[in-house]
């Protein structure tokens, strides 16, 4: 991600529009840069409950060739004749955001609305529809697509889609003046320049929006546009196949993201297991009472009914110690959380686990779980839903970043409380992130607001082997005893 700085650009922005100079302009801008990848790019705008309506525009800059924050001398800013331009204006209502796209030529100066894509509304809206403040637009160069969407971005995140028409090989040589020619222009390799407009000025004071959000850059520029969603699970690269390659269900490890390859390469060797024995060890001290485990669990916040066993040192590098053994019983779940934004990897050592992966965390109006006075819509809706559901098994391995798969819940549904599943949690900031938040935030039951949770420890790895395993000996000597003594 690039951070785009809010003055170095803004003037590009006014050149480019001069109608937003005036002091009645309805909008004012509030961030600028440049689309400098021939791919495309999205563009996040991270804002408050403040804004009413907000418009991003996309124009070819043929005098503009620098990377995104780049100083840049005035004079090289004006672009003579700003059009073509794409405008996307999203009036922020508080349930269902409108948003409708118009292409701005010098055929139709004032904008033409640009029909959305007739694909099917499942696609487009599955899971939640957060009361999101972060809204993201993505322009694909190769496809002429425009997508756009709320909280992270994802195909699952994806709300509407606008797909312009791809030109024959006659019609790549139009006239430069003509519509066609202009639409090819905007499509065309040159950089690409853009910019927020917003009815209100931007403050994140924490209050409107807590949590790791409250420190997002106004706007920020990712240099690849969204296309396909990418795979939650990893699989290693030394073992990728051909039909691997076609079907595009994994990750392969080469790919992921610099901090999720440190640790992947920690984590994921052979050696790194839960052996039969410890794992016998562990269920026992779970099901049986005055057991360590046992103890340890009837002590805990039943939405932190897991425990977490660190292994090694903090580093400073990442929330907490970097890696953790995490323990869940049957029936036992995290809360919905993210992680700071930190890149994380994740590696089933024992049983399985359900992950239900959750759009961004925003700050939202406490609805009180009271059938007499709220309608059951309202109730649902209270309650963020998964954007969809991952089952991992031993030997799993997912990952995140800070928009892919960070916000999530764990949850173990088998009935059995000794029916555990192990996982290798692992953590690391990455190192564009210059916030370093110090925790995971979460959301709690009917509580309104997002919490902070501090990574701490149940036990250390030494401890919680030695104690399981001293447990397990006393009871396998103590059945041999009375079986000898019924002898």
Same mark, same amino acid.
């Given at each position: 991600?690039?951070?785009?700085?809010?003055?170095?650009?803004?003037?590009?922005?006014?050149?480019?529009?001069?109608?937003?100079?005036?002091?009645?302009?309805?909008?004012?801008?509030?961030?600028?840069?440049?689309?400098?990848?021939?791919?495309?790019?999205?563009?996040?705008?991270?804002?408050?409950?403040?804004?009413?309506? %907000?418009?991003?525009?996309?124009?070819?800059?043929?005098?503009?060739?620098?990377?995104?924050?780049?100083e840049?001398?005035p004079?090289?800013?004006?672009?003579?004749?700003?059009? @073509?331009?794409?405008? =996307?204006?999203v009036?922020?209502?508080?349930?269902?955001?409108?948003?409708? #796209?118009?292409l701005?030529?010098?055929?139709?100066?004032?904008?033409? =609305?640009?029909?959305?894509?007739?694909?099917?509304?499942?696609?487009?809206?599955?899971?939640?529809?957060?009361?999101?403040?972060?809204?993201? #637009?993505?322009?694909?160069?190769t496809?002429?697509?425009?997508?756009?969407?709320?909280?992270?971005?994802?195909?699952?995140?994806?709300?509407?889609?606008?797909?312009?028409?791809?030109?024959?090989?006659?019609?790549?040589?139009?006239?430069?003046?003509?519509?066609?020619?202009? #639409?090819n222009?905007?499509?065309?390799?040159?950089?690409?320049?853009?910019?927020?407009?917003?009815?209100?000025?931007? *403050?994140?004071?924490?209050?409107?929006?807590?949590?790791?959000?409250?420190?997002?850059?106004? %706007?920020? /520029?990712?240099?690849? @546009?969204?296309?396909?969603?990418?795979?939650?699970?990893?699989?290693?690269?030394?073992l990728?196949?051909?039909?691997?390659?076609?079907?595009?269900?994994?990750? /392969?490890?080469?790919?992921?993201?610099?901090?999720?390859?440190?640790?992947y390469?920690?984590?994921?060797?052979a050696?790194?297991?839960?052996?039969?024995?410890?794992?016998?060890?562990?269920?026992?001290?779970?099901?049986?009472?005055?057991?360590?485990? *046992?103890?340890?669990?009837?002590?805990?916040?039943?939405e932190?009914?897991?425990?977490?066993?660190?292994?090694?040192?903090?580093?400073?590098?990442? @929330?907490?110690?970097?890696?953790?053994?995490? %323990?869940?019983?049957?029936?036992?779940?995290?809360?919905? *959380?993210?992680?700071?934004?930190? &890149?994380?990897?994740?590696?089933?050592?024992?049983?399985?686990?359900?992950?239900? %992966? *959750?759009?961004?965390?925003?700050?939202?109006?406490?609805?009180?779980?009271?059938?007499?006075?709220?309608?059951?819509?309202?109730?649902?809706?209270?309650?963020?839903?998964?954007?969809?559901?991952?089952?991992?098994?031993?030997?799993?391995?997912?990952?995140?970043?800070?928009?892919?798969?960070?916000?999530?819940?764990?949850?173990?549904?088998?009935?059995?409380?000794?029916?555990?599943?192990?996982?290798?949690q &692992?953590y690391?900031?990455?190192?564009?992130?210059?916030?370093?938040? @110090?925790?995971?935030?979460?959301?709690?039951?009917?509580?309104?607001?997002? /919490?902070?949770?501090?990574?701490?420890?149940?036990f250390?790895?030494?401890?919680?082997?030695?104690?399981? #395993?001293?447990?397990?000996?006393?009871?396998?000597?103590?059945?041999?005893?009375?079986?000898?003594?019924?002898?």
């Amino acid at each position: 991600m690039q951070a785009a700085s809010v003055d170095s650009y803004k003037r590009a922005a006014l050149a480019a529009f001069p109608e937003l100079n005036q002091g009645n302009a309805a909008l004012t801008v509030v961030g600028s840069g440049s689309i400098a990848n021939n791919a495309g790019g999205v563009l996040v705008f991270n804002l408050t409950t403040e804004q009413q309506r %907000i418009e991003a525009r996309i124009w070819p800059s043929d005098s503009l060739r620098v990377t995104p924050g780049t100083e840049i001398a005035p004079a090289s800013l004006v672009d003579k004749k700003v059009l @073509p331009f794409l405008r =996307l204006e999203v009036t922020c209502k508080a349930k269902d955001p409108s948003a409708q #796209l118009f292409l701005h030529t010098t055929e139709q100066p004032e904008g033409a =609305l640009v029909p959305v894509d007739n694909r099917p509304a499942a696609a487009m809206t599955a899971g939640a529809r957060p009361h999101s403040r972060t809204y993201w #637009l993505s322009f694909d160069r190769t496809n002429r697509r425009i997508k756009y969407g709320r909280g992270y971005f994802m195909v699952r995140t994806t709300e509407k889609v606008w797909t312009l028409p791809k030109p024959t090989a006659e019609e790549r040589e139009a006239p430069s003046d003509s519509q066609l020619g202009q #639409l090819n222009k905007l499509f065309g390799f040159g950089v690409k320049m853009a910019c927020l407009l917003v009815d209100k000025a931007v *403050h994140h004071d924490g209050t409107a929006r807590d949590g790791v959000a409250a420190t997002a850059a106004t %706007i920020a /520029f990712y240099p690849l @546009p969204l296309v396909v969603d990418r795979p939650a699970k990893v699989l290693d690269s030394s073992l990728v196949t051909l039909a691997d390659m076609d079907r595009a269900e994994f990750l /392969f490890s080469a790919d992921l993201p610099p901090a999720c390859k440190v640790l992947y390469e920690n984590v994921a060797g052979a050696n790194v297991v839960l052996d039969d024995e410890l794992a016998a060890a562990i269920s026992y001290s779970i099901k049986t009472p005055g057991k360590a485990l *046992h103890e340890k669990l009837k002590q805990k916040d039943p939405e932190f009914g897991y425990l977490r066993v660190v292994l090694g040192p903090e580093l400073g590098d990442g @929330p907490g110690v970097p890696y953790v053994l995490e %323990i869940w019983p049957g029936g036992s779940r995290s809360p919905i *959380h993210n992680h700071g934004n930190a &890149c994380a990897v994740i590696k089933v050592l024992h049983g399985s686990i359900e992950v239900d %992966i *959750h759009n961004k965390l925003e700050v939202t109006e406490a609805v009180q779980e009271d059938p007499s006075t709220h309608q059951v819509e309202e109730l649902e809706e209270a309650t963020p839903k998964p954007l969809r559901t991952e089952s991992l098994v031993k030997g799993d391995v997912t990952w995140m970043d800070s928009n892919w798969y960070q916000c999530h819940r764990l949850r173990n549904p088998n009935p059995d409380r000794g029916h555990f599943c192990a996982t290798i949690q &692992c953590y690391k900031y990455d190192d564009r992130d210059s916030v370093k938040w @110090p925790g995971f935030d979460y959301v709690q039951g009917d509580s309104d607001g997002i /919490f902070l949770f501090t990574p701490d420890a149940d036990f250390t790895y030494g401890e919680m082997r030695q104690k399981v #395993l001293a447990e397990m000996g006393g009871s396998q000597a103590g059945s041999q005893a009375d079986g000898q003594a019924g002898q």
